[in-house]
């Protein structure tokens, strides 16, 4: 009876012991050649060992995966469902500020006051340190004096007047000079926006032609007032 009791006490274990056998990658007994399915109650099959997926692997066991990486890279030239935005053409090159400058056009007006105060409130986020939230170039790292102050002194200067908005685009996605990019803070829709309150700004929120006809009207007035 006693031989009949180790007998199956011997069994038990063995059943037992053959459920519970770890092949996970890192396991003693880990086999990389072992599909998995020898057991009916293989641990393996219901408890799959899942990875991190941007996440890299230690181990260079599976020849389909020589990267060892889990996440796999996109297909090149794939573009993200909803970022189409994001697809910007033109390189940091000097070339291309002066293509952007060209080819680029501000979707949003600068006299459209939902837009500029949408781009006002961004500036005031992201800008303003450098060039003061007027503009004026005079934000507390420029006032410090570390760091030198760009070679326009205004946003109402001639500069920011004329240059081209696909331009001001182009600098805000790279960088230019010491300012560095800002693409990682602002979406390309923030940036146009931020563009178009600067625009307002530098023209005291008149449209460019209407500004300058005021002035020219105002210098012609001064001229006949001296003459009179």
């Given at each position: 009876m006693k031989k009949i009791n180790i007998i199956v006490l011997i069994a038990f274990l063995g059943i037992l012991s053959s459920c519970s056998y770890d092949r996970s990658p890192?396991?003693?007994m880990h086999d990389p050649n072992d599909p998995g399915f020898n057991y009916e109650f293989e641990g393996d099959m219901y408890f799959a060992v899942s990875y991190d997926p941007l996440s890299q692997w230690g181990n260079h066991y599976v020849k389909a995966n020589k990267d060892s990486i889990n996440l796999r890279l996109p297909v090149a030239g794939t573009i993200a469902r909803g970022k189409s935005e994001f697809v910007y053409p033109f390189k940091n090159t000097t070339d291309d500020y002066f293509r952007?400058?060209?080819?680029?056009?501000?979707?949003y007006d600068s006299m459209d006051s939902k837009s500029v105060a949408q781009g006002k409130e961004l500036y005031l986020k992201y800008c303003w340190q450098c060039h003061g939230q007027e503009g004026a170039g005079d934000g507390p790292l420029f006032a410090s004096g570390k760091f030198p102050a760009p070679s326009w002194k205004t946003y109402k200067s001639d500069y920011?007047?004329?240059?081209q908005q696909g331009r001001m685009f182009h600098t805000i996605t790279y960088g230019k000079n010491l300012m560095g990019s800002h693409s990682s803070q602002v979406t390309p829709t923030e940036r146009w926006k931020i563009i178009a309150f600067i625009k307002n700004l530098a023209w005291d929120g008149f449209k460019p032609e209407v500004k300058a006809e005021a002035s020219a009207d105002s210098t012609a007035t001064k001229k006949a007032v001296k003459k009179s």
């Amino acid at each position: 009876m006693k031989k009949i009791n180790i007998i199956v006490l011997i069994a038990f274990l063995g059943i037992l012991s053959s459920c519970s056998y770890d092949r996970s990658p890192g396991a003693a007994m880990h086999d990389p050649n072992d599909p998995g399915f020898n057991y009916e109650f293989e641990g393996d099959m219901y408890f799959a060992v899942s990875y991190d997926p941007l996440s890299q692997w230690g181990n260079h066991y599976v020849k389909a995966n020589k990267d060892s990486i889990n996440l796999r890279l996109p297909v090149a030239g794939t573009i993200a469902r909803g970022k189409s935005e994001f697809v910007y053409p033109f390189k940091n090159t000097t070339d291309d500020y002066f293509r952007a400058g060209k080819e680029l056009k501000n979707p949003y007006d600068s006299m459209d006051s939902k837009s500029v105060a949408q781009g006002k409130e961004l500036y005031l986020k992201y800008c303003w340190q450098c060039h003061g939230q007027e503009g004026a170039g005079d934000g507390p790292l420029f006032a410090s004096g570390k760091f030198p102050a760009p070679s326009w002194k205004t946003y109402k200067s001639d500069y920011i007047r004329g240059i081209q908005q696909g331009r001001m685009f182009h600098t805000i996605t790279y960088g230019k000079n010491l300012m560095g990019s800002h693409s990682s803070q602002v979406t390309p829709t923030e940036r146009w926006k931020i563009i178009a309150f600067i625009k307002n700004l530098a023209w005291d929120g008149f449209k460019p032609e209407v500004k300058a006809e005021a002035s020219a009207d105002s210098t012609a007035t001064k001229k006949a007032v001296k003459k009179s």
